[in-house]
């Protein structure tokens, strides 16, 4: 699988800041056809659009889902929670409903399992998901937004060893006491996930773990951010391209 971060930003990117740093809203693609939510800000960075066919939904947030934007795109599939689904509006699409928990299989040879994400919109009914998305006998897990991994999530998980993870990293290094925990994480959550995950054997050995959804107010500078961190750990940037 390849992934193209084609936005690595929280919602509040809106340009380019007085260092100089930018970040659109997150986005991530996957091989050429599939893609994980959509903006307008992400929109315009997908080379040959025509050739993405499936989108995933992780939450109804403004800086995750935008119903300009996919009009625009016109995918074939839209993937979305059951609580929401049903008000999305795209002719000539099929839209499908997820639970958190259902694994399903998307057109490319992916399987994908929706997780539920520790995180909260407006819908009370709404569960944000992550997704486990696996083909050719590798695993991606891919979980932002969200804070810790959930109890329930980790037991879907079960026994497979993941060869890469995408983790949100909303609120920066060192940032103790800081009340996003409760539904983002900090790099120094994302550590301990990290060698939790490595020492059980949930995640494979020298297997990356990106981070993105960065908050302009929380993260420092990217060369910085690089500087801080040391492998497994991955800050992605806008147009990073990887292979898992």
């Known amino acids: 699988m390849k992934l193209q971060f084609l936005g690595t930003g929280a919602a509040d990117w809106d340009g380019p800041d007085a260092r100089g740093e930018y970040r659109r809203l997150t986005a991530t693609r996957i091989d050429d056809s ?11 960075e997908i080379e040959r659009p ?42 000539g699409a099929e839209v499908i409903s997820v639970k958190a928990g259902e694994a399903f299989d998307v057109p490319g040879g ?16 709404e569960q944000p998901l992550h997704y486990l998305i696996e083909k050719d006998g590798k ?3 891919y979980a932002t937004d969200g804070a810790w991994m959930l109890n329930r999530a980790r037991h879907i998980l079960g026994d497979r060893t993941l060869d890469a993870a995408v983790f949100d990293a909303t609120i920066g290094d060192g940032f103790d006491g800081d009340w996003r925990v409760f539904e983002h994480n900090s790099i120094d959550m994302v550590r301990l ?27 420092k ?18 147009g990073m391209t990887a292979e898992v």
Request: hydrophobic share 45%; net charge negative.
């Open 139 to 141: 695993a991606l897990l």
């Open 34 to 44: 599939l893609l994980i939510d959509l903006t307008a800000t992400t929109l315009g």
């Open 193 to 219: 996930m990290t060698a939790t995950l490595l020492r059980t054997g949930t995640l494979a050995p020298g297997a990356p773990v990106f981070l993105t959804h960065m908050a302009r107010t929380l993260h």
């Open 50 to 91: 025509e050739s993405v066919t499936d989108v995933l939904f992780t939450h109804s947030h403004a800086d995750h889902f935008d119903p300009g934007a996919l009009r625009a795109l016109s995918p074939r599939r839209v993937y979305a929670h059951e609580s929401w689904a049903k008000a999305i509006d795209l002719p």
């Open 110 to 125: 992916y399987r994908v399992t929706a997780l539920p994400a520790n995180h909260s919109t407006e819908r009370a009914d």
């Open 221 to 238: 500078t990217q060369a910085e951010i690089e500087a801080r961190l040391a492998p497994p750990l991955i800050a992605c940037f806008d």
